[in-house]
């Protein structure tokens, strides 16, 4: 094995992982009721382990009123009726684990559900009360207490503040919820708040999970006083570490005592050793300095790399956000942790323009993500080339759609239940008709079931495969990612290993492989020996060292 720089210690699994993200809902349905549950993704996880991923990490699956897909949890350390029983959840981490595959489960520290017990005694308590004290109830602004306590927005548009109506009938304070009204904000400076979540990891750690992805990481402690944030608010990403909801100092010192929790608490068998535990941050912060911070030696492993994911199809910027990620994660002796999809962004087929083109770009993106150094995460349906799929008005579940006026569809194209096998809907997701299935799927799908990708040496499924295996077999070297390439961007290209060599082009001019190198992987067909444009291509150098 090699070393970690700077230590004599075998390199931990998770720096050059490939994790799958489960969208249970939206996985495999065991029961056939039309929804994906923990059995029918158990029953899947064959797939996953042919595919060649080191983990999984399963979004929430709590009990949850499902105001925001789940996002709004009634208890965090329940299993939700719809998708199966605690049982059924020990049971799929003893899959994963016998197929060698590791479990990240979410954890949701921002804010509960309105229906969490907790939320439920602060309404029916009184202002002041200690039950408020858990959230972050204020009085209003204006005469008569009739204007929100500041001028925070949700991230799913409007104000990010309601107002209760008290025990006498009347309009009474307000609570903060950065996100829809049914998810009120925690107030971490409480005790009984910073007490219950450390209950909540041993709950799951003491169920044999390898690790956590923190939701909205960088939200949970608020500027003191909450002060006005200004015009502006969500609209640049770049400005949010200034935001007096993002990013305060305070989240550091938790983080720490969480890692301390995480690499003592004992582990039962079948979970990895207490110090391989892994956190990943879902951060939206997009300052390179400040980000890394969240993965110092002594807090998280991984933060996904949003601007990874939120890059166009352009070399120039790719090629930026690929060597700056890696120098600034470098200095904290972090991996870069990156990200082409996820259950809150739009499919990169679609992003990188759909159709053929789309669909080329996508293959290409995913040659360049996986020959990176650094782990990956692959969102459900990703390997299989999933486009964006698009969902009529009346069966739209998330609440962007409505809190946006009805302006923004939200997230559901990319929470489309997964095809299967099968020429209709609902493609093998589960026996249920497909009127009745968590969310429509399309109709024209066919060409994108497992079962008819998987014998297809030209599909998406076939390429991530062969991506993945070869990918394991020549781990990259842990040196200064060096790229190489034109000033304009139209192509690059860096080693991955001492002979592994990635590149990819983007222009329409035709890029020449490397003289006596040997071709591993395309993502497209070559034109002899050149790239063509949008392709990626993985070649090797016999001879070593070059
Ligand atoms: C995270 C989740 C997203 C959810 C939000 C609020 O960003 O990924 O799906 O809506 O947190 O919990």
Redesign the pocket.
Known sequence: MTGVPGTDGPVPWWREAVCYEIHPRAFADGNGDGTGDLPGATARLDHLAELGVDAVWITPFYPSPLA??G?DIADHTGVAADLGTPADFDALVERAHALGIKVLVDV?P??TSDQHPWFRAALAAAPGSPARQRYLFRDGRGEKGELPPNDWQSAFGGPAWTRVEEADGLPGQWYLHL?APE?PDLNWRHPQVTAEFERVLKHWLDHGVDGFRV??AHTLFKADDLPDAGPGQHQDVHRNHLMPYYDQEELHPLFRNWRTLLNHHPAPAGAVAPHERVMVA?AGIFDRERLARYVAADEMQQVFNFAFLECPWDGAALRDVVEESVRAMRAVGAPVTWVLS???AVRPVTRYGGGRAGERRARAAALLMLALPGAAYVYQGEELGLPQADIPDDRIRDPLWERSERRHRG?DGCRVPLPWSGTAPPYGFGAAAPEDCWLPQPADWAELTVTAQQDDEDSMLTLYRAALRLRRDHPAADTVLRVQGPADGSWFAFDRSARLRCLVNFSARPVPLDDGARVLLSSAPLDGRTVPQDTGVWMIHEEYPR
């Open positions: 925001d897909g996002y949701v921002n804010h996100h998810q939701d909205v879902e996820s259950h809150d997230r």
